[in-house]
């Protein structure tokens, strides 16, 4: 056949020292890399972005020696809002800080798309494998039902946050220890009621869907939907999404062709963005009433210039903090766990400073 | 002797060495921080859900070596179950109802083909239309609510049964495909068009290939694929998302990259493309295990793409070198 | 002064390109194992004139006839029909595949495996050495990916494809244009060697030594006319020059 010659030698033995040099290098740095992150100090930077503001925090953690209590229990929290999803930094925050002040590693897994399923219940199989101590996890689909009762039949407790399951006996059923967020039906209806103060009866509404389809909008809408049907008025559902520049351009279209519509809601927090639709065609606020759900910068910059007049507030802090903190006792002392509704919150003009100084934190 | 020699010669000459180097290395790395990343249950996983996109990435690769892109794959996929459902629920028997969603998605290959070959318009352009009118469709038809699949037994389990341990269907229909397709690219007429209508376009037709067929026939296959894709995701998850398959065709791109096929055309590996869409599986995967913030996949998936191209140009240089020597 | 019926004949070729007239009334003969230098100025329309004669472009008015008979080409695969093949500047070879596989392309060998058609490929690399060799390449190995090759074993696969395939008639447009002295006086080594087995050349070309090294026969054009058509002896290279450039007047046309 063919001879060899000594450059081709030289090619073949290095071709096979590089794919078993990828080998070991691969097994050492996996192994520095486990080796250094017990007891480190980490610095995590978070750019807090939406389509028009921008803030950086810097949060420091302190992994391990700063307390003991749930040192070596692992948590892992599978959400399925996106990375551009302002919403969730609060919750991984509050759950960064029980993790920090009872020692426990707890980890929040985001998909790269909002409400991406199947990366999601990739990330759940995958997640499941792992046995952590813990799993968080709030029911955007009911297909996830499956994979929380997977999980607790693979003897990890799982506790559901932010969105239960639309029947809470649907979640108990696949082992979902307890319920923690905001009651989403009743609290459509608070705000819808809350907001009424500011548009006569019988009026037009406009209502954003910023998630259609998934289980938390849905709920939320139809709480609203109720409250308006009861204080007869009209309504319009419109489907956007967490892309601020996509709901400006759409609601600006619909208030365009409907101006007869003194009411606009949000299921998630993006109705503020009418306010600035409304401003720049010259509407003087409190003309059209808006009323948005959570805390965002967003939601607070619109308060204060008066376009929107109620945010409802579902403390995402504590939906971060307090499940890590009932996994940690239910590990430890064998307690069970408990359902807490994070309430209804109303920020309106009148506590929106205090609310915005610790949204800066990004505690709110 | 000399065989054994020559064969390890060939190997590792191969466009595929970088990107199977890479993926031991990533093997080994996530195992030694974290064993659990090849217990039984989670190489299941990772088995079980590479399969459906895997396939798109396959569709994917033939139409870049014939010099071509397919920027709608992503709204193909989420668009076919979703009409196959729709289907379905108006009464059409399930396995018409499948047929019909994949001939769907074969015309709608065909339009993009003949547009993009007809008018000289860029592929690039046209199937971006495509992503957009696709995408559109499926949200304006279900108003944006996931549609539930109902499927008999025996149908699901064509596509998604399990027959043997660690082996799910859709990765037999995976590797079926791959061979098949293997097969029409390295040992067939028609394999050796597509290479030289990807690699010159003037040369082939010169010699009296219809580029324009060969063009066509590939957009109809990555449009399929999309579609069979799509179906397969649906019956496992048990329901068509509306925004499925978002962003699809650019991890799909990815991965076909990554595995050594050229962006230029006329050049590429299929083999390539199965061991990168495992590595890119693995890659999410294991960050998952090791319990490394999410935010690292991006990160981790550009350094892999620059490291494996750049691994192949120094491979492939090597490899010319050795060989007008010989 | 030959007697024979010419291998190919281009009677009154006329072509128009919208309102540019390219050929104007242009006859073209080439005889059997001749070789034919075609010289003339940029835009003289020696490309234009082989390429209808190829198949790319269909004439607007005249007609060819190949062995006595008149044809219609419709396009490249109906001149390759008639054993004329036409070897381009950019050589049409694709480069990121190899010798082989461009060789046969468009004509590959095929093998039954039962019902499943396969590319034989090991006919395709014995009979790629076998044509190599014809015309003294035989170093070159045919897995060889063309893009290594330098740019006279690039002509040289070329015409060694078109000889395989029995080509009678080869058109080569400017063949040593990039190429070494080396390179180039090999090229033209393998036109007369395609000659030696019987085969015609057309070659266009700038360069008047190479023509006047091995071509039989020098037709001249210029401005869409045949403004001189002589057997290499009866001609000067500065003559040649001279009525490119259009210093002299045509020569009345000499018939064979």
New interface residues.
């Given amino acids: 056949m063919k001879r060899v010659t000594r450059r081709q030698a030289i090619s073949r033995v290095s071709a096979v020292g590089a794919i078993i040099g990828a080998g070991v290098i691969g097994g050492i740095g996996g192994y520095l890399t486990g080796a250094t992150t017990g007891g480190q100090i980490r610095t995590v930077t978070e750019t807090v972005g939406g389509a028009t503001i921008t803030q950086t925090r810097v949060i420091t953690q302190t992994l391990a020696g700063a307390a003991d209590f749930a040192k070596g229990l692992r948590f892992t929290y599978i959400t399925h809002g996106g990375e551009e999803n302002v919403f969730w930094n609060s919750v991984h925050l509050g759950m960064q800080e029980a993790a920090k002040l009872t020692g426990a590693d707890a980890v929040m897994i985001r998909p790269k798309r909002e409400g991406d399923l199947a990366q999601e219940v990739a990330a759940f199989e995958s997640t499941i494998a792992e046995k952590p101590d813990g799993i968080i996890v709030p029911i955007a689909y009911t297909e996830l039902l499956t994979y929380v009762k997977k999980a607790t039949d693979a003897g990890i407790p799982v506790i559901v946050a932010n969105i239960d399951a639309p029947n809470p006996e649907d979640r108990i059923k696949a082992g979902g220890l307890s319920y923690i967020g905001q009651y989403l039906e009743p609290a459509g209806y608070f705000l819808a009621k809350t907001l009424s103060k500011y548009f006569p009866r019988g009026s037009h509404a406009l209502i954003l869907i910023e998630g259609p389809g998934q289980v938390w909008a849905e709920e939320r809408a139809k709480g609203i939907q109720r409250f308006l049907k009861e204080y007869d008025c009209t309504f319009d559902r419109l489907d956007v999404s967490f892309d601020l520049a996509v709901v400006e351009s759409r609601v600006s279209a619909y208030l365009e062709a409907n101006p007869q519509t003194k009411a606009v809601f949000s299921v998630g927090y993006t109705s503020p963005i009418a306010g600035k639709v409304l401003k720049s065609k010259g509407v003087p606020p409190g003309q059209v009433a808006i009323g948005t759900f959570d805390i965002v910068p967003l939601v607070i910059e619109w308060i204060n210039e008066g376009y929107l007049q109620v945010a409802i507030d579902q403390q995402p802090y504590l939906q971060g903090f307090l499940p890590v903190i009932q996994l940690i006792l239910m590990k430890k002392y064998g307690l069970s766990a408990w359902d807490v509704n994070t309430g209804n919150a109303v920020v309106d003009k009148s506590n929106v400073s205090l609310v915005e100084e610790l949204s800066r934190k990004g505690y709110r | 002797m ?1 065989n054994y ?2 064969f ?2 060939v190997l ?1 000459q191969r466009k595929e ?1 970088s990107v ?3 993926l ?11 064993p ?1 990343f090849l ?1 039984p ?2 190489v299941d ?1 990772l088995l ?2 590479t399969p459906e996109l895997g396939i798109v990435a396959l569709g994917i690769t033939l139409l870049m070596i014939g010099g071509e892109f397919d920027l709608s794959v992503g709204s193909v996929f989420g668009f076919i179950p979703m009409f196959t459902i729709l289907l379905i629920e108006n009464g059409v028997h399930p396995i018409l109802a499948i047929v019909s969603g994949l001939l769907l998605a074969a015309a709608v290959g065909l339009v993009h083909g003949v547009v993009t070959v007809k008018t000289g318009i860029p592929s690039f352009i046209t199937t971006l239309g495509g992503l957009l009118i696709w995408r559109g469709v499926s ?1 304006a038809v ?5 549609k539930y699949m109902t499927m008999p037994e025996e149908i699901a389990f064509l596509f998604t049964g399990k027959i043997a341990p660690f082996t799910h269907m859709q990765m037999v229909w995976f590797f079926a495909l791959a061979g098949f397709f293997y ?1 029409i690219l ?4 028609f ?3 597509i ?2 209508t990807g ?2 376009k ?3 037709r ?4 219809n580029t324009d067929h060969v063009k066509i026939i590939l957009f109809i296959l990555s449009s399929l694929m999309a579609g069979l894709g799509g179906i397969i ?1 649906s019956m496992r ?3 068509a ?4 398959g ?2 699809l065709e650019f991890d799909a791109i990815a991965v076909a990259v990554i595995g050594g096929t ?1 962006l230029f055309g ?2 590429g590996t299929l083999i390539g493309t199965v061991i990168a869409e495992y590595l890119s ?1 693995i890659i ?2 294991g960050l ?8 690292y ?2 990160l981790y998936i550009g350094l892999v793409i620059i490291i494996a191209v750049t691994v192949n140009v120094y ?1 492939l240089r ?9 | 002064m030959s007697n024979h019926e010419p291998l190919v004949f281009m009677k009154g070729i006329h072509k128009w390109f919208g309102r540019v007239h390219a050929l104007q009334g242009v006859d073209f003969k080439v005889f059997n194992s001749e070789i034919v230098g075609l010289v003339g100025d940029n835009g003289a329309g020696k490309s234009t004139l082989m390429k209808v004669l190829v198949g790319i472009f269909p004439p607007d008015k005249g007609s060819i006839i190949i062995n006595g008979s008149e044809v219609k080409l419709k396009s490249p695969k109906d001149a390759m029909k008639y054993g004329i093949e036409m070897i381009h500047q950019d050589v049409m070879l694709a480069p990121l595949m190899n010798v082989a596989r461009n060789i046969f392309l468009g004509r590959e060998p095929q093998k039954l495996y039962g019902l499943i058609p396969m590319l034989d490929l090991k006919k395709m690399r014995i009979e790629s050495l076998k044509c190599l060799k014809e015309i003294g390449l035989d170093g070159i190995n045919p897995d060889v990916v063309i893009e290594n090759l330098s740019g006279g074993q690039r002509q040289g696969v070329a015409i060694a494809r078109a000889l395989y395939f029995r080509a009678k008639l080869l058109i080569l447009d400017e063949p040593t244009n990039n190429l070494s002295v080396k390179e180039s006086g090999r090229v033209l080594q393998f036109i007369s060697e395609a000659k030696n087995q019987g085969i015609s050349s057309v070659f266009i070309t700038h360069n008047l030594h190479h023509v006047h090294s091995i071509a039989d026969r020098i037709v001249v054009m210029s401005h869409g006319r045949v403004v001189g058509d002589f057997k290499k002896d009866e001609t000067t290279i500065e003559e040649v020059t001279k009525l490119i450039t259009g210093e002299a007047p045509p020569k009345p046309e000499l018939s064979s």
């Fill in positions: 000399l020699k020559s390890i010669v590792f060495i199977a180097t890479i031991l290395g990533t093997i080994t790395f996530f195992y030694s921080i974290q659990v217990s249950s989670n996983v079980r859900i949200l279900t108003g944006g609510l996931p097969y390295e040992r067939t007429k394999g050796n068009w290479y030289a690699g010159k003037e040369v082939a010169a010699m009296g290939v995701q998850l048990g329901q998302l509306p925004n499925q978002d962003g050229s006329g050049s599986r999410e995967n998952i295990i090791i319990r490394a913030p999410s935010y996949f991006r491979i090597r490899s010319i070198r050795s060989r007008i020597e010989s």
